[in-house]
């Protein structure tokens, strides 16, 4: 099993940053990929960015070139830093991971909220 903590979430005018981190636990060795999804009131979750344990990166159209998705192995914790933020970015962002063994492992979940 793999347990994912985040953390860095919280209340940013627009246009500001934030940094959001994934700490990963247990079975870290058998995560090949790491996502960032986000759930907005009323909305349906929606995968935001991704990172494979090779190191490739993807993001969602609406977020490309403010965010940016990175890992630090040492630390077993992934991050999503997060710049020129809008109102429009605001949701709850989850961690989520696959791994080999085709199960995916979510985290509680971090409130982002981004006032104009």
């Known amino acids: 099993q793999v347990q994912l903590v985040e953390s860095g979430g919280g209340l940013v005018q627009a246009g500001g940053s934030l940094r959001l ?3 990963a636990s247990g079975s ?3 995560i090949t990929v790491t996502d960032w999804y986000r759930q907005a009131p009323g909305k349906q979750r929606e995968l935001v960015a991704t990172i494979t344990a090779g190191g490739s990166t ?3 159209d609406s977020v490309k070139g403010r965010f940016t998705i ?3 192995n040492a630390k077993n914790t992934v991050y999503l830093q997060m710049n020129n933020l809008n109102p429009e970015d605001t949701a709850v962002y989850y ?3 696959r791994t080999s063994h085709f ?3 979510w985290g509680q ?3 982002v909220t981004v006032s104009s």
């Open 21 to 23: 981190s994934c700490a």
């Open 28 to 30: 870290i060795l058998t």
């Open 58 to 60: 993807d993001y969602v």
């Open 70 to 72: 990175s890992r630090d």
């Open 95 to 97: 961690c989520s991971v």
């Open 103 to 105: 199960y995916r492992y």
């Open 109 to 111: 979940g971090t409130q």
